[in-house]
């Protein structure tokens, strides 16, 4: 399958490096661990909008690693060995970094982010919407792929916004077929039945 990617680099103030000591000084592995799946709420162009614009409130900042559109493009806005900003006050498994005085606890120093594009239907507050499309979980599998390759990231650490998030109010990815996610990276004999 022939991968489409586009490099647009996301404003500086919505990413930065990963910390080698947390908010107390003690060590910490910069390398991602973990991926976390997202989804934009709106278009394409309009998360790419987003992450152009500058934020440069800790609480406001956002940013994902990569999108990925509905027709299969795939947009590249972070660089995998710095910091995106996809999830505030999370943990994957009990774990998380403290890096800010003013934030609660983040797995953003060791998480890879990837955000697909919500269908136009799903730009509501709903549970579900109609899903993602075939090329988005090709894209996407193809970015699973390389990030749990370069990183040795299992596929028990790929998770969602929804699983991760601390306060309880994200829900996304909304309407995600882990079954087709699952069937693209056992293709690629990264996972099995």
């Avoid at 647009?8 to 930065?16: E, Q, R």
């Avoid at 152009?52 to 947009?75: A, E, M, W």
């Avoid at 955000?115 to 193809?142: C, F, I, K, M």
Wanted: proline share 6%.
């Amino acid at each position: 399958m022939p991968v489409r990617i586009k490099q647009i680099k996301a404003h500086p103030t919505n990413f930065g490096l990963r910390l080698r000591k947390d908010l107390y000084s003690q060590g910490l592995n910069p390398n991602p661990t973990v991926i976390v799946l997202h989804e934009t709420v709106y278009d394409l162009d309009s998360a790419v909008n987003t992450l152009l614009t500058p934020h440069p409130s800790d609480v406001d900042q956002v940013s994902y690693h990569t999108l990925v559109g509905r027709s299969g493009n795939i947009v590249q806005l972070v660089d995998p060995s710095f910091r995106a900003y996809g999830a505030g006050h999370s943990a994957f498994n009990g774990r998380w970094v403290f890096s800010n005085r003013n934030l609660s606890g983040s797995l953003n120093n060791f998480a890879l982010h990837v955000s697909l594009e919500t269908p136009r239907d799903g730009s509501h507050n709903l549970e579900v919407h109609s899903g993602y499309s075939p090329s988005q979980y090709d894209a996407l599998a193809r970015v699973l792929a390389d990030w749990m390759v370069r990183y040795k990231i299992p596929a028990t650490s790929i998770t969602t916004h929804r699983y991760v998030d601390l306060g309880g109010a994200r829900a996304d990815p909304r309407s995600f077929a882990w079954s087709e996610l699952q069937k693209r990276l056992t293709a690629l004999q990264l996972v099995c039945n």
